[in-house]
Structures are given as structure tokens and as C-alpha cells.
């Protein structure tokens, strides 16, 4: 029985070593920036929130007062993220966008 060229057998081996890597591919790490203003009437800062959807980790959050604008870092997430600004106990303003089709590496998401 003839056996295959090493050249072959190598191509194959270094082909299967690579494949998995593919996987990874997807999108990365991003960084975004929030920007908006706290109600004027807010008696202490507001905090404000970036969340992947339907995650089960806590949110990044951020005390804010007066005009904001805050960058985080996010990672990727197929449902999208919310971002939410919270005073004085009440949801004020909430917004859901998309990392990579919505919003793009330092763009900004406005409240």
C-alpha cells in the first residue's frame, strides 16, 4: 500500500490545528461611548448602566450627574446590550443597540 506524501499529511495536520481558531472570529471586545444628561430635578447621581441582554453578570455601572459622557468596554454578544440611566430609584432612560451594526468601535450611544 502506497503511503501519502509527507507534504499531504502535514497540510492536513496544520489545517485541522487551525480550523478551531476560526471559531473565534466573531466580533471582539469593543469600546463605546454613552453620552445624555440627568434630570435637573435628580436629588443625587444617577447611575448609569451597560448591560449584554439577558445576561446573567451584573452590569458595568457608572454614577453620573449633569451632561455625561462615559466610554466602556464591552464584549460581544449576539443579543445586543441595554443601556439604562437610573434616578432616584426610577428608570429614566433606556436604550437597546447592537455592537457592530448599531453602534461601531467609539461611536457614540446617545440617551
Not at 47 to 56: M, W, Y
Request: aromatic share 8%.
Amino acid at each position: 500500500m502506497r503511503q501519502p506524501p509527507l507534504a499531504a499529511l502535514w497540510l492536513l495536520a496544520m489545517g485541522s490545528a487551525f480550523l478551531p481558531g476560526c471559531a473565534l472570529l466573531g466580533p471582539r471586545d469593543g469600546y463605546v461611548q454613552v453620552s445624555g444628561q440627568t434630570p435637573a430635578e435628580a436629588a443625587e447621581p444617577c447611575l448609569l448602566s451597560v448591560s449584554a441582554s439577558g445576561s446573567p453578570h451584573p452590569p458595568w455601572q457608572r454614577p453620573v450627574t449633569g451632561t455625561f459622557h462615559e466610554g466602556f468596554v464591552i464584549g460581544p454578544s449576539r443579543k445586543g446590550h441595554d443601556v439604562a440611566l437610573v434616578c432616584d430609584g426610577k428608570t429614566v432612560a433606556v436604550r437597546h443597540f447592537k455592537y457592530g451594526s448599531d453602534v461601531r468601535i467609539n461611536d457614540t450611544v446617545a440617551l
